[in-house]
């Protein structure tokens, strides 16, 4: 009993509902938008942003700013395969530039790759908290404009609400939201982790609302069962909670 009860006033757990609030809401908006690619693209420009940031204190507002740099630049080509090869290709290349000119961080080359939620400082639950408040807040404020985008834009232009901006709100949320919990989810899962449970959700909601609850108590459930399933095996809870969210996705396609 004292073990467990150690275990559940871990820094980890008080992380998971604000990372499922970050991961409902981006991976929500960016399926609404049809842009779901933009959290790859988020996801290997923040590992070349983190790892610049090294020479930086680990200064988050390098690492977010550099990323965006990353994603306006696969953003602006209009076909989104080519988009992601050279956000891909370039990121991973200045990325690893970065890292070879500090030997020692390797380790933490390792972490940002597939992170690892049981290595979270403080500073980093700040983060992430300071980020899920942000995100709830602009949700709730610009939510009924970004549906109808997202489902009707030329309808929104007649309410005189401009895509492009609404586009670019959501790449820098995105960013924002990558460079956030890279630590704790990694470069390499961040996308199946933030898309999986919001593109089940979207299967079995009947409403945006619906939708949106659905994949945060989806993620709330993986994140959590990857965490303790780690305890039993060796394997990050990052990895764990991504194969948790798959199998729920593989098999609910397998029943239809």
Known sequence: MKKVLSILSMLEFIAIPFLAIISSIVGCLTIFR?????????SHSAFA???LSLFFDNNFLI??????????ISRISKDVNVGLVVSFGLSMGL??????????????AWKIMFGDILLLTFEDLII????????????????????????????SSCFGIKSKLVDVLLIVLTAFATVS?????????????FTTPAAIATILARSIRQAMILSLILSIFSLIFGLLLSFLIPIPPSALTALTVSFIYLAMNLKR
């Open 34 to 42: 049809k842009a779901n690619f933009l959290i790859a693209a988020a």
């Open 95 to 108: 990325a690893a530039t970065f890292l070879s000119f500090s030997r020692d961080k390797a380790a933490f």
């Open 63 to 72: 690492a977010l700013l550099f990323t965006l740099v990353l994603m306006t």
């Open 128 to 155: 992430i908290v300071f980020t899920a408040v942000v995100l709830l807040a602009l949700v709730a404020i610009y939510l009924p404009k970004f549906i109808l985008v997202s489902f009707d834009e030329d309808a």
């Open 49 to 51: 942003g983190v790892a």
């Open 181 to 193: 919990t890279i630590k704790a989810v990694g470069a390499i899962l961040v996308y199946a982790i």
